[in-house]
């Protein structure tokens, strides 16, 4: 994708199946990849991370054109489908692999969320404190590839239908003109 006008931003939001289902549905997004990032492993597996000791988050990378989608919206509708006011958990899925974060590969990307957070926080959106994290990415692997597009080839799935349907179907009610169906 060298010589393209796209960007590539990525995401924790905890379990990274619902993340990326979620991401896969918006117009601009050109590309979603689940993967892990922000920890000390290099090239963790999912037992690994698993374990809580790696320090890696789950998370997807997101290639989007600019043209079609702005990072605030991006980041607009990261904040609407996930909790980022638990740290380190998501509904059940507990742990330092599920925590909030958002990790930027551009500075316009972290100013965008760093002001999105203090209007977020200034107008009282949420009852807790946000807690997502802001950094540079690090340490990026890609998981394994029975983990991509894990939501749209296992949709009768039980977590799938429980947490990650929801999830979309939230997105597709709140952002209907940024969905792609």
Known sequence: MANTPYQTITLGGGCFWCTEAVYVAVRGIVDVESGYSNGQSDRPSYDDVCTGRTGCNEVVKLVYDPAQINIRQILEIFFVVHDPTTLNQQGNDRGTQYRSGIYYSTPEQMQVAGELIAELARDGAYDNRIVT?????????PAEDYHQDFFARNPHQGYCMMVAAPKVAKFRKTFASLSKV
């Open 133 to 141: 994290e802001v950094e540079p990415l690090t340490n990026y692997w």
